[in-house]
C-alpha cells in the first residue's frame, strides 16, 4: 500500500501515539508522549507535530480532550511503516506446540483446540475456517445402508477430510445393486476434484445400466449437496467472545449488542475468511475498521492467515477492537496457521 511519506519526527510522534493508545484505550496528549517516550523534543513541539498528524487524517480529536487517537489511516501507516512484529514468546510457542501436537486427534478436533489457543493467548475473538473441499481429490465413496429406504454416503478426500451425507429414497434399497453402484461411483469418479465431479458427473454416467439407474439417478439430483463444502454453520469454529466484551470500547450498551451481533452471523465472517483466503497465498493479511467490506466490521480489526491441508485449504483468524497490539497478534496468527498446516499435513 502507498503512503504519503512522514518525517522522522512524525513517524516518531505517531509510533507513540499508536503504541500508548494501544496500551491504555486511553487519547494521548503531548505532555503523556514527552513522559513515557523518549521523543528528544518539548510537549510544545510534539503539539505541533499532532496538529500536522491531525491535519492529514493520521489522528484524531475523539472528544474535545486535548488527547489524540490513530484514525484507520494512522493504524494502516503503523502496520505497515513503523511495526516490528513481535517475537513469540517460548512459552507461547510451547502451549501451541504442545496442544497441537496430537496426531491421534480427528481434524475437526484440531480446528477447535487451534480456535481456542488463538483466543486464549492474543484475548480477541478467533476464528478458524474449514478448509474449503472444491479442490479437494476425491479419494473414495462408501455407501451404507441406513434402513430400506436411508443411505449414508461417505465420501473421502486425499487430505484426510471426510464428509456424510444421509440420503433418502422413495423405495428399498437392494444391497447387491448398491455394491455395484460403488464400485462404479469410484472407478468414474476416483482422482477428481469436487469441483470437476459437479461439473461432469451427469456425463460421466450417461450409459448406466437400467438396474442402477435409479440410484445414480438420486446421485445426480443430490450431486451438489455432496461434492461440496460443509453447511455453513459447520465452516467455521468462532471462540472467545467474552474476551472482546471485556476490552473497554466495549463498555457501551450498543457496542456490545454489535460483538453479539456480528458472533452470530457466521454468513459474514465466513465468506470475509473465505475471500481473504482466495486473494491471499502465504501472508498474514491485516485489514483495519474502514477497510473491511462489511460496515459491521468498522469497529475492528481482522488478521488472518491461510492455513494449507493437503490439496485443500482453510483461514485462521483474529477479530478484536482496532486498538488490538498488531505485533504480538500478527505473530501470534502467523505461527499458528504454520503449525496448522504442519499438523494437519502430518495427520494425513
Do not use: W
Not at 491531525?54 to 493504524?75: L, M
Not at 444421509?166 to 469441483?195: D, H, P, W, Y
Amino acid at each position: 500500500m502507498i503512503h504519503e511519506d512522514l518525517n522522522d519526527r512524525e513517524k516518531t510522534i505517531l509510533r507513540s501515539i499508536v503504541q500508548q493508545f494501544i496500551l491504555t484505550a486511553s487519547p494521548v496528549g503531548s505532555r503523556n508522549i514527552t513522559k513515557r517516550f523518549n521523543v528528544g523534543v518539548s510537549p510544545a513541539t510534539v503539539r505541533n507535530i499532532m496538529s500536522d498528524l491531525e491535519e492529514t487524517g493520521f489522528i484524531n480529536h475523539p472528544h474535545t480532550s486535548a488527547g489524540r487517537v490513530p484514525t484507520d489511516k494512522g493504524y494502516r501507516y503503523y502496520v505497515d511503516t513503523l511495526m516490528e512484529i513481535e517475537k513469540l514468546k517460548n512459552s507461547e510457542k510451547g502451549i501451541i506446540d504442545k496442544n497441537l501436537d496430537q496426531s491421534i486427534l480427528e481434524t475437526d478436533e484440531i480446528l477447535k483446540i487451534a480456535s481456542r489457543l488463538l483466543s486464549t493467548i492474543t484475548k480477541q475473538i478467533a476464528c478458524v475456517t474449514y478448509p474449503t473441499l472444491d479442490n479437494g481429490i476425491l479419494e473414495k465413496i462408501q455407501l451404507v445402508i441406513l434402513s430400506s429406504t436411508r443411505l449414508l454416503v461417505v465420501v473421502s478426500i486425499k487430505s484426510g477430510l471426510v464428509k456424510t451425507l444421509t440420503l433418502e429414497f422413495e423405495s428399498a434399497i437392494e444391497n447387491t445393486k448398491l455394491q455395484k453402484v460403488e464400485l462404479l461411483l469410484n472407478e468414474r469418479l476416483n482422482g477428481l476434484t469436487f469441483q470437476e465431479i459437479r461439473k461432469t458427473f451427469k456425463e460421466r454416467f450417461f450409459d448406466v445400466a437400467d438396474t442402477e439407474k435409479p440410484i445414480i439417478r438420486l446421485f445426480i439430483d443430490s450431486v451438489d449437496k455432496i461434492f461440496k463444502d460443509h453447511k455453513k454453520d459447520d465452516k467455521v469454529v468462532i471462540t472467545g467472545a467474552t474476551n472482546v466484551i471485556h476490552q473497554p470500547e466495549f463498555d457501551d450498551p450498543g457496542k456490545f449488542q454489535s460483538v453479539i451481533e456480528l458472533i452470530e452471523d457466521k454468513d459474514i465472517i465466513i465468506h470475509i475468511m473465505d475471500k481473504r483466503r482466495l486473494e491471499n497465498s502465504n501472508n498474514v493479511l491485516i485489514s483495519i475498521g474502514s477497510e473491511n467490506e462489511d460496515e459491521k466490521f468498522n469497529e475492528y480489526s481482522l488478521i488472518t492467515k491461510e492455513y494449507s491441508f493437503g490439496e485443500t485449504s482453510g483461514t485462521v483468524g483474529i477479530i478484536g477492537p482496532k486498538r488490538m497490539d498488531y505485533s504480538k497478534v500478527v505473530a501470534i496468527v502467523s505461527y499458528l496457521g504454520d503449525m496448522l498446516s504442519e499438523v494437519l499435513t502430518g495427520n494425513k
